[in-house]
């Protein structure tokens, strides 16, 4: 496995990592969450993220971090706890670091991060934005000056907002979630230019989509459910068309697309089991994809450079969905069913 400088952090991160959604009760709980840790040191993952918002992810990777005794890099962030939560308390974000750092098992933690800042209506981080003031920020320099923290950031999913947080040049490390990825390339634009240019790690998580380029979706795609579009449409089918011609493996495909780009220190993996551990890292072994293959992704993410305004954040491919005014009709709407 790869190592790759985040930013100018200092640390150097495995190219993929593990995202802690699912090293949690929501995946496969502690004696998986254990194993799953000892078989990502081995193959030389050395970095997984977590956070409060995580249902028991902190607990849950904090016992088995103690267990394997594998040294890690380890990221959490501000946000969601406690509950009630006011992200303009400070004394609320001192107690959730404390908590943190009781179930990590952690004195410093590796890298701390505002989870959604660019999202005023979810978390009321900021007094101003221009200037960027609110008592997180300020809290967080304190932390990293005092040697609590060694690197602070952005967890977030917008491109517009998170682009101006990067450029006020107070941060060390992006997450960014959502936006970019084969077919979503929104972060191309401004987003990904601007941590380049602070000089900061950039993290990218759902590069699988959330599970939509997890797998083919065939039967689904050619019914087009109620809220696709017939441009996405298009463009998943001559996805599905270029992976059986090429005999890409899609998943292997969507890693290896997003650390064909130097930019990017490492890839948040969803892995719940061992198998799909191993399947993520031979893919990753595989290297940057042919330019030619790049030109060829591109013209399929040029299809619809711009998502749709009714298009759900994650499609949700496989799953059912409730979308807009459809939750109170009295029931489910199945995907796939026009």
Partial sequence: MQLRPLGHTGIQVSELSLGGLYTSSLGGGGDETVQLLSAAAEMGINYCDTAPAYADSEATLGKALQESGKPFIVSTKFGGRPTPFDP?????LKESLAESRRLLGRDQIDILLIHEPDRPLQYNWWNSFRPLAGPVLDLLQELKASGQVK??????TTVAEMTS?????????????????????????????????????????????QGFLSRRFDKEVLDRPYWMSRRRREQLLRLYTFVEETGFDLPELCLRFVLSNPDIS???IGAKTRQQLEASVNGAKLGPLEPET????????????????????????????????IANMGGAVQVGKS
């Fill in 165 to 209: 947080l990067v450029r006020t040049g107070l941060f060390d490390v992006l997450l960014t979630a959502f936006n970019y990825n084969l077919l979503f390339r929104e972060a191309e634009e401004e987003l990904l230019p601007a941590a380049k240019e602070q000089g900061m790690g950039v993290i990218i998580g759902s590069a699988l989509g």
């Fill in 88 to 92: 303009q308390n400070v004394a609320q």
């Fill in 151 to 156: 690197a602070i950031g952005l967890a977030g």
């Fill in 266 to 268: 490492t890839v948040l």
């Fill in 294 to 325: 790049l030109e060829q992704l591109h013209e399929l993410a040029t299809m619809l450079p711009h998502r749709p305004y009714e298009e759900p954040m994650i499609l949700p491919l496989g799953k059912q969905y409730y979308g807009p005014g």
